[in-house]
C-alpha cells in the first residue's frame, strides 16, 4: 500500500524554524518528483516547494529564502526545512508525489 506520512510540525514562535519530514511507504522515491503543500483554514491548498528527481528545487514565492526541501532517496524521506517562520506560515503542510497525498501535519506560528 502506497502511503505518505508526514511528521515533525507543531507549534513554535515566530522567527523560529522547524523541520518537516515525509516518509514514503510502498514504493521509492528514487526518481519520483515530490512536493510539500499547505493549506490553511478557510483557503485553498497551494504550493509551497517541490523537487525534481535530481534534487532541482522549486520554491512559491513565500519560501524563497527561508525553506529548503531536500530528499533522502535510500531512506524514501524528503525534508522541509522552515526557517524565519512567520504567523501566516501556519496550516496544515502535506506532502506529495504523483497521484499520492499525505495525511499532513500541522504547524502553528501564533501571532
Known amino acids: 500500500q502506497v502511503q505518505l506520512v508526514e511528521s515533525g510540525g507543531g507549534l513554535v514562535k515566530p522567527g523560529g524554524s522547524l523541520t518537516l519530514s515525509c516518509k514514503a511507504v510502498g514504493f521509492s522515491t528514487e526518481g519520483v518528483f515530490m512536493g510539500w503543500y499547505r493549506q490553511a483554514p478557510g483557503k485553498e491548498r497551494e504550493y509551497v516547494a517541490q523537487i525534481s528527481a535530481r534534487s532541482y528545487t522549486f520554491y512559491n514565492d513565500f519560501a524563497e529564502g527561508r525553506f529548503t526541501v531536500s530528499r533522502d532517496d535510500p531512506n524514501n524521506t524528503i525534508y522541509l526545512q522552515m526557517t524565519n517562520l512567520k504567523p501566516e506560515d501556519t496550516a496544515t503542510y502535506f506532502c506529495?508525489?504523483?497521484?499520492?497525498w499525505g495525511k499532513g501535519t500541522q504547524v502553528t506560528v501564533p501571532s
Open positions: 506529495n508525489a504523483r497521484d499520492d
